[in-house]
């Protein structure tokens, strides 16, 4: 079996979802650091988290798409490396 350098939807989503915890809570920080007021912050990051998450997810699908220039070599290529 050929292993591909794809991922799944699923690993794209997961992914997507365990940066946005880490990237929201640090603009929650962030805001809450600026305004003083916890309710702004967790306005801001609740904002941040579902826009942001999407566009990380979309982006991430876009380089799915995107080819990575690693052509599978073919049998003469392989017969010159191998000898």
Do not use: C
């Not at 997507?16 to 801001?44: E, P, Q, V």
């Not at 991430?60 to 000898?83: C, F, I, M, T, Y």
């Amino acid at each position: 079996m050929v292993k591909t350098n794809s991922e799944s939807h699923k690993r794209s989503f997961l992914k997507a979802f365990s940066w946005r915890i880490i990237a929201t809570l640090s603009t929650i920080t962030i805001a809450y650091i600026i305004t003083g007021k916890t309710d702004t912050a967790l306005s801001i990051g609740g904002i941040e988290f579902f826009a942001k998450f999407l566009i990380y997810y979309a982006h991430e699908r876009l380089w799915q798409v995107k080819p990575n220039n690693h052509a599978e070599p073919k049998d003469k290529e392989v017969e010159l490396v191998l000898g």
